[in-house]
């Protein structure tokens, strides 16, 4: 004990910096029946501590059956974390909602837990007083055509059993059977003897209507028996009796799907269904080509997530969408499976304005209450202003002179009169130019169109989405219309477009070839565009036609 006691302050002195201390209570299950067992586990971070848990607030409803203790140390990013936990068998003595009172260890104390402990009839049968014993039970004989059903077999025995213990395989041909979760074990006392419990639960999911057949289900383990030792030595085997016990088989009753149901729409029998929506990042100030992820996440009570449909897709004018692969998930509870799916995809606006995102519906069973449901997301307006970093650069308002006053006439003569020196020394230039054969072209201050278009050649040959579209709205700074009006005017330039978009703004990211941009490019009329990009020719025309 000294020694367990030395390691925990080396590491409480050694871990850097301390997390925030807690004692938390947690149990195995919050839903049993009157006489069985439920483990209370009470877990401290905190090293400083080592006393016990005060049991007395326990012993006015419970009896504890065991205790023990566990000390964990995890290691994570090379800081160490010590915890203990405290593992508490309890056994309620009353029926009904049953609290479980905080508990402290040192300065700190644990939230009370509430338990449903429901009262079972005392049938006194043969199978009862035998020292192992199957029952099987289902939470419903009656239940709609691929709606839940849980089906929860118990094996108990009053004697002790080899760990070469085996349950028959679950098959029913007309239904699709999950297992919930791994086997546990408790203790439950019948005729006042205490009996070991191994539970396993399965979730049913008829596939007809009509009567479906549970098979019995059969146990089989090896008694743990007291043999001479000089008997067991000769005979070389584990001393012990093989013993097969089955269930009682069942009945369900499966009722199709009812006739109001729309018959349009996928067939959702769940307990309970939510649909929620995300936003990342908010759409509270958007502008045309920014990139929103919109998710859509529907989660049922009684459905896997298998059987969970896609739900509608955001398919509005003026709004890019380029959906990723749906997430779907299972979670495990004590009524059996919640199922969800989350579908997402990028919204990518290509216009300004108000744009009306319609509502999301999802039709569904309720079968807790035996009625059609429709659960909603409201309409959505999305405002889209426009980005300044997508417009083409425009010429420059020309300046408007006006005319000065009176009182400085004499400054407006003299300007006009040095621009008509001007003038006439700049005709007399061009006249003695006119014996010049040809000029130069005078060279370029800033990139010409034939090397953007080298530049945009070798980025779509590339396959580079990202250099090909700053390559691209440098081309279409240098054109007479804007890049949106040329697609808009050239369908296989605007279907380049969509896919150089598709992977600029996909969260899943994909290959993207570059053929076909640059073969749209060079394929628009040539009314449309400064240059034509399949001729290499950097002739000029004539400076004097004739």
Same mark, same amino acid.
């Given at each position: 004990m000294s020694r367990r006691t030395t390691l925990l302050l080396l590491l409480a002195l050694t871990a850097g910096p301390a997390q925030a201390a807690s004692l938390v209570a947690s149990v195995d299950r919050s839903r049993l029946n009157s006489g069985e067992t439920v483990e209370l586990t009470v877990e401290s971070s905190?090293?400083?501590? %080592?006393?016990?848990? *005060? &049991?007395?607030?326990? *012993?006015?409803?419970?009896?504890?059956?065991?205790?023990?203790?566990?000390?964990?140390?995890?290691?994570?990013?090379?800081?160490?974390?010590?915890?203990?936990?405290?593992?508490?068998?309890?056994?309620?003595?009353?029926?009904?909602?049953?609290?479980?009172?905080?508990?402290?260890?040192?300065?700190?104390?644990? @939230?009370?837990?509430?338990?449903?402990?429901?009262?079972?009839?005392?049938?006194?049968?043969?199978?009862?007083?035998?020292?192992?014993f199957v029952q099987a039970s289902l939470d419903q004989t009656t239940a709609y055509v691929q709606a839940q059903v849980l089906l929860t077999v118990r094996v108990y025995h009053s004697v002790s059993l080899y760990d070469d213990s085996s349950l028959t395989p679950l098959q029913i041909p007309d239904a699709r059977i999950e297992q919930l979760g791994e086997s546990r074990t408790y203790e439950k006392v019948i005729n006042s003897i205490r009996h070991g419990v191994i539970e396993t639960r399965y979730a049913l999911y008829p596939q007809r209507s009509g009567a479906v057949e549970i098979p019995a289900q059969t146990f089989s383990a090896t008694l743990v028996e007291s043999r001479p030792a000089q008997e067991n030595t000769l005979q070389g085997t584990k001393p012990g009796k093989l013993i097969h016990v089955s269930s009682a088989p069942m009945l369900l009753t499966v009722k199709p799907k009812p006739a109001l149901y729309p018959a349009d729409t996928p067939w959702l029998p769940a307990r309970s269904l939510t649909l929620t929506e995300s936003w990342n990042p908010e759409p509270a100030h958007v502008q045309v080509g920014d990139s929103l992820t919109r998710s859509l996440t529907v989660k049922a009570e009684g459905l896997s997530s298998a059987q969970l449909p896609a739900l509608p897709s955001t398919d509005i004018a003026g709004l890019r969408r380029y959906p990723d692969q749906p997430v779907l998930g299972n979670q495990n509870s004590d009524r059996g499976l919640v199922g969800s799916r989350e579908d997402r995809e990028a919204l990518v606006p290509n216009r300004v304005g108000t744009l009306e995102l319609p509502p999301v519906e999802v039709v569904w069973w309720n079968t807790h209450e035996d009625h059609l449901e429709r659960t909603s997301l409201p309409a959505r307006t999305l405002q889209v202003a426009n980005n300044p970093s997508l417009v083409v650069d425009t010429p420059a308002t020309p300046t408007i002179i006006t005319a000065p006053d009176d009182s400085r006439l004499w400054l407006w003569q003299l300007s006009t009169l040095l621009l008509a020196c001007t003038t006439l020394l700049? %005709?007399?230039?061009?006249?003695?130019?006119?014996?010049?054969?040809?000029?130069?072209?005078?060279?370029?201050?800033?990139?010409?169109?034939?090397? &953007?278009?080298?530049?945009?050649?070798? $980025?779509?040959? $590339?396959?580079?989405?990202?250099?090909?579209?700053?390559?691209? *709205?440098?081309?279409?700074? @240098?054109?007479?219309?804007? &890049?949106?009006?040329? $697609?808009?005017?050239?369908?296989p330039l605007s279907d380049a477009l969509d896919g150089l978009n598709?992977?600029?703004?996909?969260?899943?990211?994909?290959?993207? &070839?570059?053929?076909?941009?640059?073969?749209?490019?060079?394929?628009?009329?040539?009314?449309?565009?400064? @240059?034509?990009?399949?001729?290499?020719?950097?002739?000029?025309?004539?400076?004097?036609?004739?």
């Open positions: 905190d090293v400083t501590q %080592f006393g016990k848990p *005060d &049991l007395s607030p326990l *012993d006015a409803q419970f009896e504890v059956s065991g205790t023990r203790q566990i000390n964990q140390l995890t290691t994570l990013g090379g800081d160490n974390h010590a915890t203990t936990r405290w593992i508490i068998t309890l056994l309620p003595k009353e029926n009904g909602e049953v609290v479980i009172p905080p508990l402290q260890v040192g300065e700190y104390t644990t @939230q009370p837990i509430t338990l449903q402990v429901m009262e079972t009839a005392s049938q006194n049968t043969s199978a009862e007083l035998a020292p192992v700049g %005709f007399g230039l061009w006249w003695r130019a006119r014996s010049q054969p040809a000029v130069l072209r005078a060279a370029q201050t800033g990139p010409s169109p034939r090397s &953007l278009l080298d530049d945009l050649k070798r $980025a779509t040959q $590339a396959n580079d989405p990202q250099a090909t579209r700053q390559a691209l *709205d440098a081309w279409a700074r @240098q054109q007479p219309e804007t &890049l949106a009006e040329m $697609a808009a005017r050239f369908v598709g992977a600029l703004y996909s969260e899943g990211g994909h290959y993207w &070839l570059g053929e076909d941009l640059w073969r749209a490019v060079k394929a628009i009329p040539i009314a449309d565009r400064e @240059q034509d990009p399949t001729t290499d020719s950097t002739s000029l025309p004539p400076l004097y036609p004739k």
